[in-house]
């Protein structure tokens, strides 16, 4: 087996699992994911076998956005060329996600102004992270949903929106890979067989 193909069954699969059982996905929800790497694949991934009813996943790149609708069966997102928040209303029947992964991290990027005021920011040491992507999966869950911070992030962020966590009673979770846990379990035990890629 390529190193290429281990780091799923080593990091990435595990990672995108917790992801997805930790922020609650449950049979019949709607679920979006900001990233479309390796982990933003795998907690799409893991949302389907977990009986999610639609998962959406958001990227700017073509060749991860059709690898995921290609192996995983997922919707995808393209943020430079689609209204993202439009269209997260319209696929979730005016309600927003039921559940939102961020699976972005500290280097978000953005084709609006947010991402040259969080750029410049970082230059002046006013804050480590760019938060773009947990903004918008704050911004996009529906009311009393949940939000899993996937990604990995430094230190500091400006402009996080937490009165939007309050007003819409958001549970909002984060956390790194539990890796004694997941590591040595795969994805859990049932869907372990289902996690990587196919092919």
């Known amino acids: 087996m390529s190193d290429e193909r281990a780091l799923f069954a080593s990091d990435s699969a595990p990672t995108g699992w917790m992801g997805a059982d930790l922020a609650g996905v449950k049979p019949g929800d709607v679920v979006a994911v900001w990233g479309a790497g390796a982990v933003g694949q ?3 991934r893991a949302s389907v076998l ?3 009813d639609r ?4 990227d700017r790149l073509d060749n991860r956005l059709q690898m995921a609708q290609t192996h995983l069966g997922v919707e995808t997102l393209n943020y430079e060329q689609q ?3 439009g269209e997260l209303l319209e696929r979730s029947g005016g309600r ?3 559940v939102c992964i961020e699976a972005v991290g500290m280097e ?3 084709s609006g102004p947010q991402f040259w005021y969080d750029q410049v920011k970082q230059q002046l040491r006013i804050e480590s992270d760019r938060p773009i992507a947990a ?12 939000v899993f911070i996937l990604g990995v992030f430094a230190g500091l962020v400006d402009k996080f929106p937490l009165g939007a966590v309050m007003n819409k009673g958001l549970t909002l979770r984060g956390a790194q890979q539990h890796g004694q846990r997941r590591s040595r379990q795969g994805c859990g035990p049932a869907e372990r067989a289902g996690c990587a ?3």
């Open 42 to 44: 795998m907690a799409a």
């Open 50 to 52: 977990l009986g999610a």
């Open 55 to 58: 998962v959406i996943v958001i």
């Open 83 to 85: 209204d993202v928040s």
């Open 96 to 98: 927003g996600p039921d």
């Open 108 to 110: 978000s990027h953005s």
């Open 135 to 146: 903004r918008e999966a704050i911004y996009n869950c529906r009311k009393g949903g949940s």
């Open 197 to 199: 890629l196919p092919g």
